[in-house]
């Protein structure tokens, strides 16, 4: 990526990424990168970087690009039936192991990601040209939820990317003196927030164990100790932090100027204890996209020195602005109020999904000729300050820890459980976020008494935790529409009560 090593090249020096302490300077990573992009070779395809929390990931992911390839994580957590369908569904030839010797897919190749210290010794030998490539060649290929059981793989071009990150980069106001947390998960795109603006403009990524550690208080020492200045968390998260600042009459440490939400709806009662903390130098930027869209398409400061003054706290009951469009987005409105999305952002498509990618990619002409937009899903309304609020979904998609979800997929994965006849799946509401709840209808009257568990224990063998209910309830039957549909709504209204 051209960015990254002119930002190298420029700040040599300076620390680029620290992992529990330990610094990796640009220069450092630099080499890293262009010994990795060499081992891929040339035009190496789509290559499976399986992910771990430091900066080895980073060099596979900058090295990838480097070498003219795509990109596409992959968790070790995940069950390995998963991974080997992500792998096959994104057209994977190579894989970076974590471990050498790591076995790959048939099919795939493993390779071994060079270690910093084999980089550093080798990167001045045969430095080769940077790969050629085009806007319109894939980055990074990710994966949404899909009604077929089968995830999508997403494909963003280099040129969306491209865009995105200089756009962000003045969005969060980045400059060399940041820090900014890597907290994300590896596996979506919200890392590529943390991870692209900040390697390009000289800033330093932060990967800390303490981050992920499930307490608040060891989490608020480290983003302390370690003078992190930007954060960007999920708003599920953002929530139980906002309570655990509450509850123990806490306050982010002095170094913290921006911190980023997005992923779900910004609960207003949060909202407004996070007003009343004593936050007004704190920028807290919420922010909207898809994956299709590359990142963020829309975001907007609900408090802090750039956010618009109101002349009273927020309340429960009120929809929290999901933003404006950025600069580099057009945007448009059904008549049904659906958000519809265009620019230079837009994904390609999902790979071997024609008939998918022209469901929700669709061609308009809104007066300047036909220009390509995609449907989200989400519908909106425009406040009279242009900023969009979200008023729900016009399918029935869920957002579990900011991740989509579709609950077809799910029922498609519990369906194939040999001793399951039926199942809905629905959201449930739990504090201030989403979790998932499946009622089951057993096939036959045999070991009733078992089967939530083993449904539970065959999911784990074969999704990620994301796709795992939080509950799985067996029951008689469920609830069905006039037309025949099973109903999940109906079917969780019935029953959840019963079983809360």
Request: proline letters at 7%.
């Amino acid at each position: 990526m051209r960015a990254f090593a002119d930002t190298a090249g420029r700040h040599p020096d300076r620390p680029a990424v620290t992992h529990n302490g330990k610094v990796l300077t640009y220069a450092e990573l630099d080499a890293w990168v262009r010994v990795t992009a060499r081992r891929l070779g040339p035009d190496p395809g789509v290559v499976g970087v399986v992910t771990s929390r430091s900066a080895a990931t980073v060099a596979g992911l900058l090295g990838t690009l480097a070498a003219g390839g795509t990109y596409c994580a992959i968790d070790p957590a995940y069950p390995e039936p998963r991974q080997r369908a992500l792998m096959s569904a994104s057209g994977c030839r190579l894989m970076v192991a974590a471990e050498p010797g790591a076995p790959a897919p048939p099919g795939v190749r493993a390779i071994d990601l060079p270690g910093q210290a084999e980089a550093a010794r080798t990167a001045g030998r045969g430095r080769a040209d940077a790969a050629l490539v085009a806007a319109d060649d894939p980055a990074y290929i990710l994966f949404t939820s899909g009604s077929t059981g089968e995830p999508k793989p997403v494909v963003t071009p280099r040129g969306a990317i491209s865009t995105v990150v200089g756009a962000l980069r003045d969005l969060f106001g980045l400059t060399t003196a940041d820090r900014v947390l890597q907290f994300a998960s590896l596996n979506w795109d919200t890392c590529f927030e943390e991870i692209l603006p900040t390697l390009t403009v000289g800033a330093a990524l932060v990967f800390h164990d303490h981050a992920y550690s499930g307490s608040f208080q060891r989490m608020l020492r480290m983003i302390d100790a370690e003078r992190i200045t930007v954060l960007d968390l999920p708003s599920a998260f953002w929530h139980e932090l906002v309570r655990h600042l509450v509850e123990e009459r806490a306050a982010l440490p002095a170094s913290v100027r921006t911190v980023i939400v997005g992923g779900e709806a910004v609960s207003p009662v949060r909202l407004a204890d996070w007003c009343a903390l004593g936050t007004e130098a704190i920028r807290l930027v919420n922010t909207y996209g898809c994956t299709e869209t590359t990142l963020i398409t829309h975001a907007v400061d609900l408090h802090g020195p750039l956010a618009a003054g109101r002349a009273a706290p927020w309340a429960a009951g009120e929809r929290v602005p999901i933003g404006r469009p950025l600069p580099h987005v057009r945007q448009h409105l059904s008549e049904e109020g659906e958000l519809l999305v265009g620019g230079p952002s837009l994904a390609l498509g999902y790979r071997g999904r024609p008939d998918a990618t022209a469901e929700r990619f669709v061609e308009m002409d809104l007066g300047a000729g036909p220009e390509r937009y995609f449907r989200t899903g989400d519908r909106v309304s425009q406040a009279s300050d242009g900023t969009l609020v979200h008023e729900g979904r016009l399918d029935h998609e869920l957002k579990v820890r900011g991740i989509r979800v579709d609950p077809a997929e799910v029922e498609a994965q519990i369906s194939a459980h040999p001793r399951v006849g039926a199942v809905a799946v629905t959201g449930a509401a739990v504090a201030d976020h989403t979790t998932l709840a499946a009622y089951i209808v057993p096939r036959s009257s045999t070991a009733v008494a078992t089967l939530a568990g083993d449904v539970l224990d065959y999911l784990r063998d074969r999704v990620p935790s994301h796709l795992v209910p939080s509950r799985i309830t067996v029951v008689p039957e469920l609830v069905y529409t006039a037309s025949g549909k099973v109903d999940r709504a109906g079917s969780h209204q019935r029953y959840a009560s019963a079983t809360a």
